[in-house]
């Protein structure tokens, strides 16, 4: 559950990048302005990713990886951050029917506001050791699972409402419901 957890938090930045990207016609300055967002925390997943991988390098004590993990997920929280906000303000920012996309940005801020906050949960595990270790690791799988909500949600929310077409949630839902499908068939196949 922890591997899906991450992997939807690392690749929701660029399934909505590619949303927009499909709908950029809907709002093409919001739009363009979300894709930036998107890419911004696109590139807050790609440093998890190797910040995860790279910080237990080298290290002499298991004090020094949570110290250097920690790190690598400050940077990651100031990239997915400022990707938010580029996200919030083009989901705001012209013209088009507020009613799916107004509830569909305050869903994503209020996601990204709740990762935001387990940046400051600090749970007492003690001096160190595999206690500390599963405690940052959890609090930081929440809050790279929220994020990624977060950011997904914004982006629907940029080209939602825009127009008389169809929603692009709509879509959004059919895919993910695909996916889910296609993962749980795999897992079937492999017991």
Do not use: N
Not at 6 to 19: I, N, Q, R, T
Request: proline letters at 4%.
């Amino acid at each position: 559950m922890s591997k899906l957890i991450e992997l939807v938090g690392m690749l929701a930045p660029f399934a909505a990048l590619v949303l927009l990207f499909l709908h950029r016609r809907r709002a093409p300055g919001p739009a363009w302005l979300g894709m930036a967002g998107a890419a911004l925390a696109g590139c807050g997943s790609v440093a998890e990713l190797i910040g995860s991988r790279v910080s237990w390098l080298g290290v002499s004590d298991m004090a020094e990886g949570i110290e250097r993990l920690e790190s690598a997920s400050l940077v990651r929280f100031a990239l997915i951050t400022g990707g938010i906000v580029l996200l919030a303000i083009a989901a705001l920012v012209g013209e088009g029917r507020p009613v799916p996309r107004i509830p569909l940005a305050i869903g994503g801020i209020a996601a990204a506001v709740l990762g935001g906050a387990m940046r400051f949960v600090h749970l007492d595990a003690g001096d160190g050791g595999f206690a500390k270790f599963v405690v940052t690791t959890t609090v930081d799988l929440v809050q790279f699972g929220l994020l990624g909500l977060g950011v997904l949600l914004l982006g629907i929310a940029v080209i939602s409402g825009r127009d008389d077409g169809p929603e692009p949630l709509d879509d959004a839902v059919r895919y993910a419901g695909a996916i889910a499908r296609r993962v749980q068939s795999t897992r079937e196949d492999r017991r």
